[in-house]
C-alpha cells in the first residue's frame, strides 16, 4: 500500500464529512514554520486540523521532527498509518494525537480505521500560527487593527511581533483562520483544494 493509495482513501473520506459545511475548506500540503515541514492534509475550520500520512513504504525518521513542527502550529493532528508502522509510530507521536490504520481489504480498497481520537493540542504557538500569515496579509490585519506604524517595511517576523504583541491569542488565532479560508492565489507548490484526482 503507497502513500497515494492512503492519500485517496483519506481525501474521499474527508470530503464526505465535510460535504455540507461551507465554512471548511480541506487543502493538501499546508507549508508551515515558513517551509520547514508540510502537512499532507490540513482540515480548516473552527480549527486546525493536520493529517500526516505513513504508508508501509515510508520510514519514520523524520516522523519526530515532523511532529515537533506540526505541535506548534495544529490544532488537532491525526497520524494516518499503514499497519507496518502502527505500534513505532505510536510511541513517537504525543498521546493525543490521533491515529488511524490504513488496511487494503480483499477487494483491494483501503479503510481507515480510527484508533485513538485526536484531541486538543495542549502545546500550540501563537507565533507560529501567525507565521501562517503571508507578509500582505499580515500587513492587512495591522492597518485593520491600526497597527502599522513602524513596521509597514520591516521584515515579516516584525509584524508578526506585532500582532502577538497587540492581540489575544484567540482572537489572533481566528484571525489567522478567517484569513486561511479566504486566501487567493495559492502558488502550485502551495495547498490546494482536495480534488478527485
Known amino acids: 500500500m503507497k502513500d497515494r493509495d492512503i492519500r485517496t482513501a483519506l481525501k474521499k473520506q474527508l470530503s464526505t464529512r465535510y460535504l455540507k459545511e461551507p465554512d471548511t475548506i480541506i487543502v493538501e500540503e499546508l507549508g508551515i514554520r515558513h517551509g520547514s515541514a ?5 482540515v480548516i475550520n473552527e480549527l486546525l486540523h493536520g493529517f500526516e500520512i505513513k504508508s508501509d513504504r515510508d520510514k519514520l525518521k523524520r516522523l519526530p521532527n515532523q511532529a515537533s513542527n506540526y505541535n506548534s502550529v495544529l490544532d488537532r493532528i491525526t497520524l494516518v498509518v499503514g499497519c507496518r508502522h502502527v505500534c513505532e509510530a505510536m510511541k513517537i507521536v504525543p498521546e493525543w494525537w490521533g491515529v488511524k490504520q490504513a488496511e487494503m481489504n480483499q477487494n483491494g480498497v483501503v479503510c481507515l480505521r480510527e484508533i485513538r481520537d485526536p484531541q486538543e493540542n495542549p502545546v500550540r504557538d501563537i507565533k507560529a500560527v501567525v507565521a501562517l500569515l ?6 492587512g490585519l495591522l492597518r485593520e487593527l491600526d ?9 515579516r517576523a516584525a509584524l508578526y511581533e506585532r500582532l502577538v504583541g497587540i492581540c489575544d491569542d484567540d482572537y489572533l488565532r481566528s484571525r489567522v483562520l478567517r484569513q486561511l479560508k479566504h486566501r487567493t492565489g495559492w502558488l502550485a507548490d502551495e495547498p490546494r483544494m482536495l480534488s478527485d484526482d
Request: charged share 35%.
Open 134 to 139: 503571508w507578509r500582505d496579509e499580515a500587513l
Open 147 to 155: 497597527a502599522i506604524k513602524g513596521v509597514a517595511s520591516k521584515p
Open 38 to 42: 508540510r502537512v499532507d492534509i490540513v
